[in-house]
């Protein structure tokens, strides 16, 4: 079965602007959720998505935002972009069928703010 | 507000040593999860601890959970190289769908 794939895995904006990114999950699985990581701060949850529906929301402004397909895939963007947001953005996807949550993690989408 | 708090945050270990990583966490939640990455790399889920006294093992890693004392331990039995990395254990949040990291401790064998 294949794992999660994320898209692009390198990227670099500058100042003001915004990204998408992408993430789809290992088949079967609806709910996708992303995490930032940076050496500072550590992984730290964004938000949560199953069946198209948001259903938690890290602490991060507004100008992170995420939204969920029909099939499951995912995307986040990041508007207006700060120096602060370079980091590496992680999705995992879960299944959610069971009474946990192991996640299963993508390679990661590695973002450089100039 | 959820915290996990993981020690050591840095290990340096020589190789056949033994060790343990210890994970505090102040949720009710009696799930606990263990992962490892590699420099450059993703997280790799290595334990889902689901209940009071659970113990899984792979290997020289065996991870534990006291959910009395909201303690988890990943033990290294007689470490070797190829156990260098960062691991990190994360608990589930209030609402059951985000998982609340540690800060993660590297871990460096060493000849």
């Known amino acids: 079965k294949a794992g999660v794939t994320q898209t692009p895995r390198y990227l670099i904006k500058t100042r003001g602007q915004q990204v998408t990114l992408s993430c789809s999950p290992i088949?079967?699985?609806?709910?996708v959720s992303w995490y930032q990581q940076t050496p500072g701060q550590g992984l730290q949850f964004l938000f949560e998505y199953f069946s198209e529906t948001q259903r938690n929301k890290g602490n991060f402004p507004g100008r992170f935002s995420g939204r969920q397909f029909s099939n499951s895939r995912s995307e986040m963007n990041v508007s207006t972009l700060e120096l602060g947001d370079s980091a590496l953005y992680l999705c995992?996807?879960?299944?959610?069928?069971?009474?946990?949550?192991?996640?299963?993690f993508g390679p990661g989408t590695r973002l450089t703010v100039l | 507000e959820l915290k996990v708090e993981q020690n050591p945050l840095f290990l340096s270990m020589q190789e056949g040593k033994n060790y343990t990583i210890y994970c505090n966490y102040s949720?009710?939640?009696?799930?606990l999860y263990w992962y490892r990455q590699d420099p450059g790399k993703s997280l790799e889920s290595l334990f889902v601890l689901l209940s009071n006294g659970a113990v899984k093992q792979e290997g020289r890693l065996m991870a534990s959970l006291d959910t009395k004392a909201r303690l988890s331990t990943l033990h290294i039995t007689a470490a070797v190289h190829d156990l260098s990395a960062t691991y990190f254990c994360a608990a589930d949040g209030d609402s059951g769908y985000a998982l609340n990291f540690g800060k993660g401790t590297s871990l460096l064998v060493t000849p």
């Open positions: 949720t009710t939640s009696d799930r």
């Open positions: 995992a996807s879960s299944s959610t069928s069971g009474a946990y949550n192991e996640q299963f």
């Open positions: 088949s079967g699985h609806r709910s």
